[in-house]
């Protein structure tokens, strides 16, 4: 099993930058690939961006191409979004999973966080 914990969120102005961090528990860590996701209000879950468990592949979806950065260090147990040129329209809880193989879908993830919040101002 692996247990996840998001930090990093915030309230940040039109522009800004923030950036996520995500620690998982066990010894095993490096074997998942890593996602985010983010949930606005009164929608549904999507994907943000996913790494794979050496971080060769790393698909973003495409509003979050050259403005999200995803990356990992195994050797602290750790996935990192970082999020720059923030829009109001990013303003959603995100959340990362761990899952055996790098996918979009958010059914391949069996491990989830609980989320933490990011807001973005206009």
């Known amino acids: 099993q692996v247990q996840l914990v998001e930090s990093g969120g915030g309230l940040v102005q039109t522009g800004g930058s923030l950036r996520l961090s995500c620690e998982a528990s066990?010894?095993?860590?490096?074997?998942?690939?890593m996602g985010w996701f983010r949930q606005a209000p009164g929608k549904g879950r999507e994907f943000v961006a996913a790494?794979?468990?050496?971080?060769?592949?790393?698909p973003y979806a495409d509003s979050m191409k050259g403005r999200f950065t995803i990356s990992r260090d195994n050797a602290k147990n750790t996935v990192y979004l970082q999020m720059n040129s923030l829009k109001p329209e990013d303003t959603a809880v995100y959340y990362c999973a761990a899952g055996n193989l790098v996918a979009v879908s958010e059914a391949s993830y069996a491990y989830w966080g609980q989320g933490t919040q990011v807001t973005v101002s206009s």
């Open positions: 066990g010894r095993t860590f490096s074997r998942y690939a």
């Open positions: 790494i794979s468990w050496g971080g060769g592949t790393k």
